[in-house]
């Protein structure tokens, strides 16, 4: 029984990482398909499984490009002036708009790995996201850094002096799936004595 039970966790440790990335993987790909797919019902074309994506990524591109037209960005700064007459929304779209630049815009807020220590001792992974945070009454002895929670898709900022600050050069990838497994996925990639 005790050889049945084990096996059945291993089959767990196998299926549970590939069913949730396929399952994930599999919802995107349909959402991203349904919104080209309204697109060629639109257009009174037939539709074949995957064309709505090609279509979705197409148009994507289409907007990038021509966002760099010089009449597309008036229009586009004329929308954002706009938005930032409402408040609520003013807020919601500057959020999404600052996370979204953070993560794939030119200047990325997570480049830098910080190693942080603590009056007791103990160290922390985190990632610098500003070192200019005098807005908030500090001089230029502080920096803003992420510290994400282990095994949740979650974290908080704080604002350390430089001295409890130590950069230290790991991919910032890595760093984060460390943080995120809570240490288990450094463990799992060294190999076995």
Same mark, same amino acid.
């Given at each position: ?9 291993? $089959? @767990? ?5 590939? $069913? ?13 398909? &349904?919104? $080209? ?11 074949? #499984? ?8 197409? !148009?994507?591109? !289409? #907007? ?24 609520? @929304? ?25 190693l942080l220590t603590?009056?007791?001792? $103990? ?16 001089? /230029? /002895? ?16 704080? !604002? ?14 890595e760093a984060m ?8 996925? @450094?463990? &799992? ?5």
């Open positions: 029984m005790k050889r049945l039970i084990r096996w059945f966790l291993n $089959g @767990l440790l196998v299926l549970t990482p590939i $069913g949730a990335t396929a399952y994930i993987f599999f919802s995107l790909f349909t959402f991203v398909d &349904s919104l $080209g797919k309204k697109v060629l019902v639109y257009l009174h074309l037939p539709h074949v #499984t995957g064309l709505g994506l090609i279509l979705t990524l197409s !148009l994507i591109a !289409l #907007t990038g490009f021509t966002s760099q037209l010089w009449l597309s960005r008036k229009l586009l700064e004329w929308t954002e002036r706009i938005i930032a007459r409402f408040p609520g @929304l003013k807020t919601v779209y500057s959020m999404i708009k600052d996370t979204v630049h953070s993560l794939i815009g030119d200047k990325r807020s997570f480049s830098q790995v910080v603590h009056e007791d001792g $103990g160290k922390r992974i985190g990632f610098l996201t500003s070192e200019d945070v005098t807005a908030f009454e500090l001089d /230029s /002895s502080h920096v803003a850094v992420y510290v994400p929670h282990a095994l949740q898709v979650s974290g908080e900022l704080r !604002l350390y002096p430089r001295e409890l600050v130590t950069f230290i050069d790991i991919p910032v990838e799936r460390f943080c995120l497994t809570a240490g288990v996925a @450094l463990k &799992s990639e060294q190999p076995s004595r």
